[in-house]
């Protein structure tokens, strides 16, 4: 598991020393939180979230990150997985876009901006100054609850990340995309296939067994 060690059968769980003011799927979040041994990890990494443990695990798993190659992450914030990015394929190789501002990742350019603009793509191909041979996307859109509308929205962020992937990429780059349980729709499936030689879907160990999200991964893409 990358290196992070789970909690043994002794090991205490920790409760909120305060409870007051909060409610009760806030409690339960945050007590998620402080026995979770990848936030643990993260935290002594000095990994900005537990969300680069994701991107570690699809890699070593996968290895579709190449030392010496460039990367373009999308919904970045707060910088988990551009971190990694940089770790993997060395500074000045990747530049990570989030509509938040984020504090500065030596070795990467950010971009303040919200992709979903319409003069979002061209901001950011005169940032790479040239194709790249990734592009990653871990972007989500604020839940409603609603399981339908959940993966719509979800679906509409992948389908604008592959669009902006398929103008960048070089031959035989990849594209890994977060979609919801259930996977890729029949349509967006079809579109990976024909431009991607292998196209996996992968779940982390580092995703909790209890989220809905999962990943598409294409590699090869001609």
Not at 25 to 48: F, H, I, M
Not at 183 to 202: D, Q, S
Request: hydrophobic residues 40%; charged residues 30%; glycine residues 8%.
């Amino acid at each position: 598991m990358s290196g992070v060690e789970r909690p043994g059968p002794r090991a205490l769980k920790e409760r909120l020393k305060s409870t007051k003011k909060r409610t009760k799927s806030s409690k339960a979040w945050l007590e998620r939180q402080l026995n979770d041994p990848y936030v643990r990890a993260a935290k002594t990494a000095g990994y900005r979230s537990r969300a680069a443990f994701k991107l570690k695990e699809m890699d070593d798993k996968h290895h579709f990150l190449k030392r010496g190659h460039s990367a373009v992450d999308l919904g970045a914030a707060p910088g988990g997985w551009t971190q990694v990015l940089v770790e993997r394929l060395g500074e000045g190789r990747v530049v990570g876009v989030d509509i938040q501002e984020m504090e500065p990742i030596k070795g990467a350019i950010l971009m303040h901006l919200d992709f979903m603009d319409a003069a979002a793509p061209e901001a950011i191909k005169r940032a790479l100054a040239g194709p790249v041979d990734t592009v990653l996307s871990d972007m989500a859109s604020p839940a409603t609850g609603h399981r339908e509308t959940d993966h719509l929205r979800v679906m509409a962020l992948c389908e604008t990340a592959l669009d902006f992937a398929v103008e960048v990429l070089k031959p035989g780059g990849a594209f890994l995309c977060k979609v919801l349980r259930g996977g890729t729709e029949r349509g967006l499936l079809e579109t990976l296939k024909k431009r991607f030689a292998k196209v996996v879907h992968v779940k982390p160990p580092a995703s909790r067994a209890d989220s809905a999200e999962m990943y598409v991964l294409a590699t090869g893409f001609r």
